[in-house]
Structures are given as structure tokens and as C-alpha cells.
């Protein structure tokens, strides 16, 4: 009987675990090569999370293009989908002829939260608190005096009473400068240090202490202006802001909108070895924020009738602490991009992010995005039938003319080429 309860997984190598997985899944020697691979990861994938048997790579495509503040970046992106990496670095070419794009941020501050329960006044409670304020930023603040050195750590703290269904709580917000860290750590550090402290402050009992990912004090935007008779005419403008106004008023095409954001910004952020998942917490409650969730972009036409694009989100990310300082790859993406602060990474990726949406507006508001992905979709349908060297552009040409983008087809395009050759 084949089970999963492996006690003592973690203690093995991963060359061990990897024996297990083996014998339980039928891998052969091939599958087994190829899973244990951690490529340029080598033995730090194994210090990097638990029960590692190797790594799973993804490809890592360079957007080109990108002028941003004056400067050019060549922007490293790790993505599975195909189209992401080429539409980017168009968009970003349409950009530079009104100046690319500008950016801005402001400072990286994180907010950890304190959940205070059973608190018998809250009101007097959350004055106490404010009264406290310096002690308790005091206190935070001695966890942490690399960081208060650098300029950062806990600088403000902010009271809320909340009406919850199991009755009110006292939520305190701890606001700290994390400078060039994602934050995390420095922050629940601060927030579980406090805790004692802010019970006997307010005689309640503190529960959760942890960060919040709606950054909304770690804000980057970027803004750029896209020439009409570049983009294809004022009716592409038209369009585009037709297709803005869509996902400002149905959440269905919303979520979409902010999904092809998200397909740039977590490029860079994978390819920058940070944490994606925080990042796209953090953008989907920001739009959210006004109570209806809403773009993450802003699109109209400026005096001149070109088109206008604004994107604000919040950006928890880090060059120092995480994944991003001790990942090989991550390390030289950093380098490729040349920032020296989290803030600057923040305001790149915020670019990314809006000529993402650019680019598939644009692609949508006009030919649609099927012509496009459509040609390297058949690619990858041509190599999964077998196609190889310049098989695979001639069986490609046939799928696309015929609309028939299907593996079945694939394979029989590829025997006729192939006869056709022998012949
Ligand atoms: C596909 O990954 C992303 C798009 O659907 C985004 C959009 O519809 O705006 C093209």
C-alpha cells in the first residue's frame, strides 16, 4: 500500500526523498533527472524551503524597451505564458516617444497589526494607547537597531475599534520603515515584542500579531502617455478607455483587467525572487479598497487626444532578507536591472504593470489577443507533437492558416511534412 504519512521526510536528503517520490509515483530515471535538476539553485534549494527534491523552473525572458525616469532598463521576467514578455517590451516602445515612463513611491512603510480582544473600554483604551505611543515604538524599536541605524523601524502607530460579530476589537497598527526589506520579518518581530505591553496598556488580550499585505502606506505608481498616431489613432484611445470604463463598472472584466497587470508585475517580482503572493494580496484589497473592486489602472485622453495611463498599487518588496539576496538567479536579475533600493524595483515593477495593461487593452480593443497567442500557442502544440528544428515553424505556419491549433492536427501535419521530405 502506498501511503504519504512519510515521518522523518524532512530528515532525509533530498537525493532520499526523492527515492521515495520515485517508488511512489513510478518516475523513471529520465523524470527523476529532470525533477532533481535545481539548476543554478544547486545545494540552496535545499536550505530554502523544507522537503525539497529539486526545483521547478520557469522561463526568464528580458523586456526591452523600458524608459523609465529618464533611464533605460532591460527588465528580467520569469513567466510561463507566452505573449507577456513581447507585449511588455511593445508597449514599452510606444511609450518612449512622449518621454516612457515616470514613477514614484512613497517611503517603504509596513503595517503590523496587533488584534487586542475582551478589552473593557475601547475608547479609553485606544486613548492610553496614543498616550503610550513613544513606549511602544520604544519598545519595537529595540528588536531592531540595524534597521533603526539605517534610518528605519517603527515610527507611528495607529488605533482602530472595529464592530466584529464576536464584539469589538482594539486593532492596532504598528507603521514601520522597513527600508530595502519586504518587511515581514522585522515588522511581526515588532509586533509580537509589543504585545505584553500593549495588553497591560489596555487590560485586554492580544491575538493575532502580524503584518498586514495592504501595504497602503508602501505605495509605487507610474505614469505614462501613449501618442495616438503611435498607438494606431485616436479610435485605439477610444477604445481603450471604452475598455477601461468596462472594468470600472463589472467586477467580471475588472478581475480580468487587473489580471493582465498582474501577469507583468509577478513576472518581475518571481524573477526578483520576492514574494508574489503578498503582492498580489496586497493589489486585489487595494482595489478593493473603495468598497467595489475597481482597476488598478487609470486610462484617459489628455488635450492633444493621446492616451493618458496611470497605475497606483502597494509593492512589499525587498533587495535585502529574502529570497532575493541568497537566490543565484534573483541576485543577477537584480544587477541586470541595476536598482540599489526596494523602492526603485517598486516603481519599475509598477511600470511593467501599466504597460501590461496597455498592451493587452490595446491588443483586445483591436485585433483581439487570439492572433498573437495564437501563433505561439501552435509552437508549443508543434513540440508537444514531436516537431523539431524547422519542423516546427512549417507546422506552426499550417495551424495558424487553418485555425486549427490542436495537437491531433499538429501530428498530422508533422507525418505529412515529414513524408513529404522522405519522398
Ligand atoms: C491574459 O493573461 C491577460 C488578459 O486577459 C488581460 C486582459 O484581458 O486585460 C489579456
Same mark, same amino acid.
Given at each position: 500500500?502506498?501511503?504519504?504519512?512519510?515521518?522523518?521526510? =524532512?530528515?532525509?536528503?533530498?537525493?532520499?526523498?526523492?527515492?521515495?517520490?520515485?517508488?511512489?509515483?513510478?518516475?523513471?530515471?529520465?523524470?527523476?533527472?529532470?525533477?532533481?535538476?535545481?539548476?543554478?539553485?544547486?545545494?540552496?534549494?535545499?536550505?530554502?524551503?523544507?522537503?525539497?527534491?529539486?526545483?521547478?523552473?520557469?522561463?526568464?525572458?528580458?523586456?526591452?524597451?523600458?524608459?523609465?525616469?529618464?533611464?533605460? =532598463?532591460?527588465?528580467?521576467?520569469?513567466?510561463?505564458?507566452?505573449?507577456?514578455?513581447?507585449?511588455?517590451?511593445?508597449? *514599452?516602445?510606444?511609450?518612449?516617444?512622449?518621454?516612457?515612463?515616470?514613477?514614484?513611491?512613497?517611503?517603504?512603510?509596513?503595517?503590523?497589526? @496587533?488584534?487586542?480582544?475582551?478589552?473593557?473600554?475601547?475608547?479609553?483604551?485606544?486613548?492610553?494607547?496614543?498616550?503610550?505611543?513613544?513606549?511602544?515604538?520604544?519598545?519595537?524599536?529595540?528588536?531592531?537597531?540595524?534597521?533603526?541605524?539605517?534610518?528605519?523601524?517603527?515610527?507611528?502607530?495607529?488605533?482602530?475599534?472595529?464592530?466584529?460579530?464576536?464584539?469589538?476589537?482594539?486593532?492596532?497598527?504598528?507603521?514601520?520603515?522597513?527600508?530595502?526589506?519586504?518587511?515581514?520579518?522585522?515588522?511581526?518581530?515588532?509586533?509580537?515584542?509589543?504585545?505584553?505591553?500593549?495588553?497591560?496598556?489596555?487590560?485586554?488580550?492580544?491575538?493575532?500579531?502580524?503584518?498586514?499585505?495592504?501595504?497602503? =502606506?508602501?505605495?509605487?505608481?507610474?505614469?505614462?502617455?501613449?501618442?495616438?498616431?503611435?498607438?494606431?489613432?485616436?479610435?485605439?484611445?477610444?477604445?481603450?478607455?471604452?475598455?477601461?470604463?468596462?472594468?470600472?463598472?463589472?467586477?467580471?472584466?475588472? *478581475?480580468?483587467?487587473?489580471?493582465?497587470?498582474?501577469?507583468?508585475?509577478?513576472?518581475?517580482?518571481?524573477? !526578483?525572487?520576492?514574494?508574489?503572493?503578498?503582492?498580489?494580496?496586497?493589489?486585489?484589497?487595494?482595489?478593493?479598497?473603495?468598497?467595489?473592486?475597481?482597476?488598478?489602472?487609470?486610462?484617459?485622453?489628455?488635450?492633444?487626444?493621446?492616451?493618458?495611463? !496611470?497605475?497606483?498599487?502597494?509593492?512589499?518588496?525587498?533587495?535585502?532578507?529574502?529570497?532575493?539576496?541568497?537566490?543565484?538567479?534573483?541576485?543577477?536579475?537584480?544587477?541586470?536591472?541595476?536598482?540599489? !533600493?526596494?523602492?526603485?524595483?517598486?516603481?519599475?515593477?509598477?511600470?511593467?504593470?501599466?504597460?501590461?495593461?496597455?498592451?493587452?487593452?490595446?491588443?483586445?480593443? !483591436?485585433?483581439?489577443?487570439?492572433?498573437?497567442?495564437?501563433?505561439?500557442?501552435?509552437?508549443?502544440?508543434?513540440?508537444?507533437?514531436?516537431?523539431?528544428?524547422?519542423?516546427?515553424?512549417?507546422?506552426?505556419?499550417?495551424?495558424?492558416?487553418?485555425?486549427?491549433?490542436? @495537437?491531433?492536427?499538429?501530428?498530422?501535419?508533422?507525418?505529412?511534412?515529414?513524408?513529404?521530405?522522405?519522398?
Amino acid at each position: 500500500m502506498k501511503t504519504s504519512q512519510l515521518s522523518g521526510f =524532512y530528515k532525509l536528503s533530498s537525493k532520499e526523498r526523492l527515492e521515495i517520490v520515485r517508488d511512489f509515483a513510478g518516475l523513471n530515471e529520465e523524470e527523476i533527472a529532470a525533477l532533481g535538476n535545481t539548476g543554478s539553485l544547486g545545494k540552496i534549494a535545499d536550505r530554502m524551503i523544507e522537503n525539497v527534491v529539486g526545483a521547478m523552473p520557469l522561463p526568464l525572458g528580458i523586456a526591452v524597451n523600458f524608459m523609465i525616469n529618464g533611464r533605460d =532598463y532591460l527588465i528580467p521576467m520569469a513567466i510561463e505564458e507566452p505573449s507577456v514578455v513581447a507585449a511588455a517590451s511593445n508597449a *514599452a516602445k510606444m511609450a518612449r516617444p512622449k518621454g516612457g515612463f515616470q514613477t514614484s513611491s512613497t517611503e517603504p512603510i509596513m503595517i503590523g497589526q @496587533i488584534q487586542v480582544t475582551n478589552v473593557p473600554d475601547s475608547s479609553s483604551a485606544q486613548v492610553a494607547l496614543l498616550e503610550q505611543k513613544q513606549s511602544i515604538l520604544d519598545r519595537a524599536n529595540e528588536k531592531d537597531p540595524m534597521l533603526v541605524k539605517l534610518g528605519g523601524g517603527a515610527k507611528d502607530l495607529e488605533v482602530r475599534v472595529i464592530d466584529t460579530a464576536v464584539g469589538p476589537m482594539v486593532i492596532v497598527h504598528l507603521l514601520v520603515n522597513v527600508k530595502d526589506a519586504m518587511g515581514a520579518n522585522a515588522v511581526n518581530t515588532m509586533a509580537e515584542a509589543v504585545a505584553p505591553f500593549i495588553e497591560h496598556i489596555t487590560g485586554g488580550n492580544v491575538n493575532l500579531r502580524i503584518i498586514s499585505n495592504l501595504a497602503t =502606506y508602501r505605495l509605487a505608481s507610474a505614469r505614462a502617455v501613449f501618442g495616438k498616431e503611435i498607438i494606431g489613432g485616436e479610435e485605439v484611445v477610444d477604445g481603450i478607455i471604452s475598455a477601461y470604463h468596462f472594468a470600472k463598472s463589472d467586477p467580471y472584466r475588472c *478581475a480580468t483587467h487587473n489580471k493582465g497587470i498582474m501577469n507583468g508585475i509577478d513576472a518581475v517580482v518571481i524573477a !526578483t525572487g520576492n514574494d508574489f503572493r503578498a503582492v498580489e494580496a496586497g493589489a486585489h484589497a487595494y482595489a478593493s479598497i473603495r468598497g467595489q473592486y475597481l482597476p488598478l489602472t487609470h486610462w484617459e485622453k489628455n488635450e492633444t487626444h493621446d492616451l493618458v495611463g !496611470t497605475i497606483e498599487l502597494p509593492l512589499a518588496l525587498g533587495l535585502v532578507g529574502g529570497a532575493t539576496a541568497v537566490h543565484p538567479t534573483a541576485k543577477i536579475n537584480i544587477k541586470i536591472l541595476g536598482v540599489k !533600493t526596494a523602492n526603485e524595483l517598486a516603481e519599475i515593477i509598477a511600470a511593467v504593470g501599466l504597460a501590461q495593461n496597455f498592451a493587452a487593452l490595446r491588443a483586445l480593443a !483591436t485585433e483581439g489577443i487570439q492572433k498573437g497567442h495564437m501563433s505561439l500557442h501552435a509552437r508549443n502544440v508543434a513540440i508537444a507533437a514531436g516537431a523539431q528544428g524547422e519542423l516546427i515553424d512549417k507546422v506552426v505556419e499550417i495551424l495558424v492558416k487553418e485555425k486549427q491549433v490542436r @495537437i491531433d492536427r499538429a501530428k498530422e501535419v508533422l507525418n505529412n511534412l515529414s513524408l513529404e521530405k522522405k519522398a
